[in-house]
Protein backbone atom coordinates (compact mmCIF):
# COMPACT_ATOMS: atom_id res chain seq x y z
CA UNK A 1 0.00 0.00 0.00
CA UNK A 2 1.80 3.12 -1.07
CA UNK A 3 -0.54 5.50 1.20
CA UNK A 4 0.79 9.33 0.72
CA UNK A 5 3.45 9.82 -1.37
CA UNK A 6 5.03 12.89 -1.90
CA UNK A 7 8.36 13.88 -4.40
CA UNK A 8 10.63 14.95 -4.16
CA UNK A 9 12.70 14.14 -0.82
CA UNK A 10 14.99 16.73 -1.29
CA UNK A 11 15.07 20.10 -3.56
CA UNK A 12 17.43 23.38 -3.41
CA UNK A 13 16.08 26.63 -4.72
CA UNK A 14 17.53 28.90 -5.58
CA UNK A 15 15.66 32.71 -4.42
CA UNK A 16 12.84 33.38 -7.41
CA UNK A 17 12.44 30.16 -8.88
CA UNK A 18 9.57 28.40 -8.75
CA UNK A 19 8.69 24.76 -8.17
CA UNK A 20 5.79 21.66 -7.55
CA UNK A 21 5.56 19.60 -4.83
CA UNK A 22 3.92 16.66 -5.74
CA UNK A 23 1.34 14.70 -3.55
CA UNK A 24 -0.43 11.39 -4.02
CA UNK A 25 -2.86 9.64 -2.46
CA UNK A 26 -4.20 6.07 -3.02
CA UNK A 27 -6.70 5.92 -0.39
CA UNK A 28 -9.76 7.59 -1.91
CA UNK A 29 -9.94 10.51 0.46
CA UNK A 30 -11.64 13.18 0.53
CA UNK A 31 -9.64 15.67 2.16
CA UNK A 32 -6.38 16.61 1.79
CA UNK A 33 -3.81 18.79 3.26
CA UNK A 34 0.00 20.49 3.11
CA UNK A 35 1.39 21.40 6.39
CA UNK A 36 5.42 23.12 7.01
CA UNK A 37 7.49 22.08 9.50
CA UNK A 38 9.80 24.49 11.30
CA UNK A 39 11.84 24.16 14.59
CA UNK A 40 9.62 25.28 17.20
CA UNK A 41 6.84 25.60 15.94
CA UNK A 42 5.18 22.20 15.19
CA UNK A 43 3.08 21.83 11.83
CA UNK A 44 1.39 25.00 10.15
CA UNK A 45 -0.90 24.36 7.96
CA UNK A 46 -0.92 26.43 4.76
CA UNK A 47 -3.72 24.77 1.80
CA UNK A 48 -6.11 22.19 2.36
CA UNK A 49 -8.92 20.58 0.35
CA UNK A 50 -11.98 19.18 0.47
CA UNK A 51 -12.93 17.49 -2.85
CA UNK A 52 -11.51 18.09 -6.09
CA UNK A 53 -12.28 21.47 -7.37
CA UNK A 54 -12.39 22.65 -3.65
CA UNK A 55 -9.37 23.96 -2.29
CA UNK A 56 -8.45 26.81 0.81
CA UNK A 57 -6.55 28.71 2.91
CA UNK A 58 -4.98 27.85 5.71
CA UNK A 59 -2.45 29.97 8.97
CA UNK A 60 0.29 30.38 6.22
CA UNK A 61 -0.57 30.29 2.11
CA UNK A 62 1.06 33.11 1.40
CA UNK A 63 3.42 32.60 -1.62
CA UNK A 64 2.11 28.96 -1.98
CA UNK A 65 -0.87 27.87 -4.67
CA UNK A 66 -2.64 24.81 -4.58
CA UNK A 67 -5.01 23.13 -6.94
CA UNK A 68 -6.97 20.13 -6.92
CA UNK A 69 -8.11 18.34 -10.34
CA UNK A 70 -8.70 14.74 -9.32
CA UNK A 71 -9.27 13.03 -5.98
CA UNK A 72 -5.76 11.59 -5.92
CA UNK A 73 -3.60 14.26 -6.20
CA UNK A 74 -2.78 17.79 -4.41
CA UNK A 75 0.41 19.56 -5.99
CA UNK A 76 1.80 23.03 -3.97
CA UNK A 77 3.24 24.91 -6.34
CA UNK A 78 6.15 27.80 -4.77
CA UNK A 79 5.29 30.74 -7.25
CA UNK A 80 8.80 32.49 -5.97
CA UNK A 81 10.82 30.76 -3.66
CA UNK A 82 12.06 33.16 -0.80
CA UNK A 83 14.65 31.62 1.39
CA UNK A 84 11.74 32.36 4.40
CA UNK A 85 10.30 29.10 2.81
CA UNK A 86 12.95 26.72 3.78
CA UNK A 87 11.44 23.75 5.77
CA UNK A 88 9.91 20.37 5.46
CA UNK A 89 6.74 19.93 3.84
CA UNK A 90 4.11 17.53 4.65
CA UNK A 91 1.47 16.58 2.47
CA UNK A 92 -1.72 14.40 4.42
CA UNK A 93 -4.84 12.89 3.95
CA UNK A 94 -7.88 11.86 5.37
CA UNK A 95 -11.64 10.98 5.13
CA UNK A 96 -14.32 13.29 5.07
CA UNK A 97 -14.72 13.30 8.87
CA UNK A 98 -12.41 15.16 11.72
CA UNK A 99 -12.30 12.08 14.00
CA UNK A 100 -10.18 10.21 11.29
CA UNK A 101 -6.96 9.48 11.36
CA UNK A 102 -4.76 11.81 9.27
CA UNK A 103 -1.96 9.58 6.96
CA UNK A 104 1.10 11.58 6.28
CA UNK A 105 3.66 11.48 3.58
CA UNK A 106 7.46 11.49 4.18
CA UNK A 107 7.90 14.89 3.85
CA UNK A 108 10.09 17.11 1.27
CA UNK A 109 12.66 18.95 2.99
CA UNK A 110 12.97 22.63 0.78
CA UNK A 111 16.23 25.04 0.78
CA UNK A 112 16.30 28.03 -0.75
CA UNK A 113 19.46 30.02 -1.28
CA UNK B 1 -10.22 29.45 16.98
CA UNK B 2 -8.27 26.48 18.66
CA UNK B 3 -5.19 26.25 19.98
CA UNK B 4 -2.79 23.67 21.27
CA UNK B 5 0.38 24.15 23.94
CA UNK B 6 2.75 21.66 24.72
CA UNK B 7 4.83 23.06 27.60
CA UNK B 8 7.96 21.26 26.92
CA UNK B 9 10.22 21.36 24.12
CA UNK B 10 12.23 18.41 24.86
CA UNK B 11 12.23 15.79 27.94
CA UNK B 12 15.02 13.60 28.27
CA UNK B 13 14.48 10.62 30.39
CA UNK B 14 16.10 7.39 31.23
CA UNK B 15 15.31 4.33 29.67
CA UNK B 16 13.06 2.59 31.43
CA UNK B 17 11.80 5.47 33.19
CA UNK B 18 8.15 6.85 33.42
CA UNK B 19 7.46 9.66 31.07
CA UNK B 20 4.66 12.39 30.65
CA UNK B 21 4.23 14.66 27.72
CA UNK B 22 2.16 17.68 28.80
CA UNK B 23 -0.72 19.19 26.04
CA UNK B 24 -3.29 21.72 26.68
CA UNK B 25 -5.72 23.07 24.35
CA UNK B 26 -8.07 26.05 23.71
CA UNK B 27 -11.32 26.03 21.96
CA UNK B 28 -14.62 27.46 22.06
CA UNK B 29 -16.31 24.16 20.79
CA UNK B 30 -16.00 20.49 20.92
CA UNK B 31 -12.91 18.77 20.01
CA UNK B 32 -11.28 15.59 19.08
CA UNK B 33 -7.78 15.33 20.44
CA UNK B 34 -4.95 13.42 18.41
CA UNK B 35 -1.22 12.22 19.79
CA UNK B 36 1.23 12.01 16.85
CA UNK B 37 4.30 10.62 16.35
CA UNK B 38 7.43 11.52 14.01
CA UNK B 39 10.32 9.33 14.02
CA UNK B 40 13.83 10.73 12.51
CA UNK B 41 13.30 11.91 8.89
CA UNK B 42 9.82 10.23 8.66
CA UNK B 43 6.12 11.48 8.64
CA UNK B 44 3.38 11.30 11.34
CA UNK B 45 1.92 8.50 12.26
CA UNK B 46 -1.12 8.30 14.96
CA UNK B 47 -0.49 6.96 18.48
CA UNK B 48 -3.93 7.27 20.05
CA UNK B 49 -6.67 9.66 19.79
CA UNK B 50 -9.80 10.50 22.21
CA UNK B 51 -13.23 10.93 20.34
CA UNK B 52 -15.69 10.74 23.17
CA UNK B 53 -16.28 8.03 26.12
CA UNK B 54 -13.58 6.76 28.37
CA UNK B 55 -11.25 9.78 29.19
CA UNK B 56 -8.14 7.24 29.44
CA UNK B 57 -7.41 6.55 25.74
CA UNK B 58 -4.68 3.40 25.17
CA UNK B 59 -2.79 3.66 21.87
CA UNK B 60 0.14 1.96 20.01
CA UNK B 61 3.70 1.05 22.08
CA UNK B 62 2.08 1.16 25.51
CA UNK B 63 1.57 5.00 25.18
CA UNK B 64 -1.61 5.82 26.91
CA UNK B 65 -3.73 10.16 27.59
CA UNK B 66 -5.95 11.05 29.64
CA UNK B 67 -8.46 14.07 28.62
CA UNK B 68 -9.58 16.21 31.08
CA UNK B 69 -11.94 18.28 29.98
CA UNK B 70 -12.14 20.83 33.07
CA UNK B 71 -8.14 21.64 32.84
CA UNK B 72 -8.54 21.31 28.90
CA UNK B 73 -5.54 18.93 29.18
CA UNK B 74 -4.51 15.83 26.80
CA UNK B 75 -1.20 14.70 28.58
CA UNK B 76 0.41 12.00 27.34
CA UNK B 77 1.82 9.08 29.61
CA UNK B 78 4.23 5.67 29.10
CA UNK B 79 4.91 3.71 32.59
CA UNK B 80 8.70 2.24 30.86
CA UNK B 81 10.30 3.75 27.62
CA UNK B 82 12.89 2.23 25.32
CA UNK B 83 15.40 4.00 23.32
CA UNK B 84 13.36 3.09 20.49
CA UNK B 85 10.60 5.86 22.00
CA UNK B 86 12.86 8.63 21.07
CA UNK B 87 10.83 10.81 18.66
CA UNK B 88 8.93 13.87 18.11
CA UNK B 89 5.39 14.09 19.65
CA UNK B 90 2.38 16.59 18.38
CA UNK B 91 -0.37 17.07 20.40
CA UNK B 92 -3.59 18.12 17.78
CA UNK B 93 -7.03 19.00 17.97
CA UNK B 94 -9.64 19.09 15.21
CA UNK B 95 -13.32 20.72 15.89
CA UNK B 96 -16.45 18.20 16.14
CA UNK B 97 -18.49 20.45 14.27
CA UNK B 98 -16.58 20.68 11.07
CA UNK B 99 -13.76 19.36 10.69
CA UNK B 100 -11.33 17.87 9.29
CA UNK B 101 -8.79 20.55 10.20
CA UNK B 102 -5.78 19.18 12.18
CA UNK B 103 -4.25 21.90 14.39
CA UNK B 104 -0.98 21.04 15.27
CA UNK B 105 1.04 21.96 19.13
CA UNK B 106 4.58 23.01 18.76
CA UNK B 107 5.85 19.26 19.14
CA UNK B 108 8.01 17.59 21.98
CA UNK B 109 11.36 15.90 21.58
CA UNK B 110 11.10 12.98 23.63
CA UNK B 111 15.23 12.12 23.98
CA UNK B 112 15.18 8.38 25.87
CA UNK B 113 19.00 7.61 27.14
CA UNK B 114 20.32 3.92 28.12
Known amino acids: NAGVTQTPKFQVLKTGQSMTLQCAQDMNHEYMSWYRQDPGMGLRLIHYSVGAGITDQGEVPNGYNVSRSTTEDFPLRLLSAAPSQTSVYFC????????????FGQGTRLTVV | AQSVTQLDSQVPVFEEAPVELRCNYSSSVSVYLFWYVQYPNQGLQLLLK??????LVKGINGFEAEFNKSQTSFHLRKPSVHISDTAEYFCAVSRMDSSYKLIFGSGTRLLVRP
Open chain 2, 50 to 55: YLSGST
Open chain 1, 92 to 103: ASSPWTGESEAF
